[in-house]
Antibody, heavy 120, light 108 residues
C-alpha cells in the first residue's frame, strides 16, 4: 500500500520561496513518476508538475519557471520549491503518484494535502 | 494545453442516474480520467483510461467517450456520492496534465 505524506510550513511571506516535502512509503521514488497538484480555496485542481528519478521533470507553463521538483532517494522523498510566492499561491498542496502503466497519466495515489497561506 | 470544460453543477435524486460531461479538443486521442473529491478530502481516482475502474471503485461508476466529450456516469446514485468530480487529461504534445473546472454533484 503506497502512502504519501506532505510536510512544510503553513505560512510563507510574499516574495519568499515555498519548500514542501512529500514522504513516500510502500514504493520507491526511483520507480515511478511523482507530481504536485494544488487547489486554491474554493477552486479547482491545478497541476504543478512532475518528476521522474534522475532528473526528468515537466512543469505547468502558467507558473513561469517558478517551480522545481526534486528528489532525495536516501529519504524516499521528493520536494517542491516555488519561488516568488504571492497571495495567488495560497492553496492546499497535494503530492501524488502517477500510475505505473506507461500509457496512463492517472494520479492513482494522493497525499492528504497541506494548506499553505501567503501573508505578511 | 487544451482546456477541459465541465458543467459547474449537477443534481439528482437518490437512485437516479447522474451524468457529468467533460469536453476537450484532445479527446478522443488522449485518455480521460475522473476523480472524486469529497469535502475536506484529497481527490480519489475513480476512472482511468476512459472507462477502467481502479480496484475498490463500485460498478455504478463508469466512463465513456463520444468525439470530443467524455462522460462520467453514476448509476443508482447514493447520498455518499455527493462530491466534486474532476476530469483530467494530458496534452499529447508536452504531457502537461490538465484538469477540468470540476462539477459539484448534489444528491437531493
Amino acid at each position: 500500500q503506497v502512502h504519501l505524506q506532505e510536510s512544510g510550513p503553513g505560512l510563507v511571506k510574499p516574495s519568499e520561496t515555498l519548500s514542501l516535502t512529500c514522504t513516500v512509503s510502500g514504493a520507491s521514488i526511483s520507480s515511478f513518476y511523482w507530481s504536485w497538484v494544488r487547489q486554491p480555496p474554493g477552486k479547482g485542481l491545478e497541476w504543478i508538475g512532475y518528476m521522474f528519478s534522475r532528473g526528468s521533470s515537466n512543469y505547468n507553463p502558467s507558473l513561469k519557471g517558478r517551480a522545481t521538483i526534486s528528489e532525495d532517494p536516501s529519504k524516499n522523498q521528493f520536494s517542491l520549491q516555488l519561488t516568488a510566492m504571492t497571495a495567488a499561491d495560497t492553496a492546499v498542496y497535494y503530492c501524488a503518484k502517477y500510475d505505473e502503466d506507461p500509457e496512463s497519466d492517472a494520479l492513482d495515489v494522493w497525499g492528504q494535502g497541506t494548506p499553505v497561506s501567503v501573508s505578511s | 494545453s487544451s482546456d477541459l470544460t465541465q458543467p459547474p453543477s449537477v443534481s439528482v435524486s437518490p437512485g437516479q442516474t447522474a451524468r457529468i460531461t467533460c469536453s476537450g479538443d484532445d479527446f478522443p486521442e488522449q485518455y480521460s480520467y475522473w476523480y472524486q473529491q469529497k469535502a475536506g478530502q484529497a481527490p480519489k481516482l475513480i476512472i482511468y483510461k476512459d472507462n477502467a475502474r481502479p480496484s475498490g471503485i463500485p460498478e455504478r461508476f463508469s466512463g465513456s467517450t463520444s468525439g470530443t466529450t467524455v462522460t462520467l456516469t453514476i448509476s443508482g446514485v447514493q447520498a455518499e456520492d455527493e462530491a466534486d468530480y474532476y476530469c483530467q487529461s494530458a496534452d499529447s504534445r508536452d504531457n502537461h496534465v490538465v484538469f477540468g473546472g470540476g462539477t459539484k454533484l448534489t444528491v437531493l
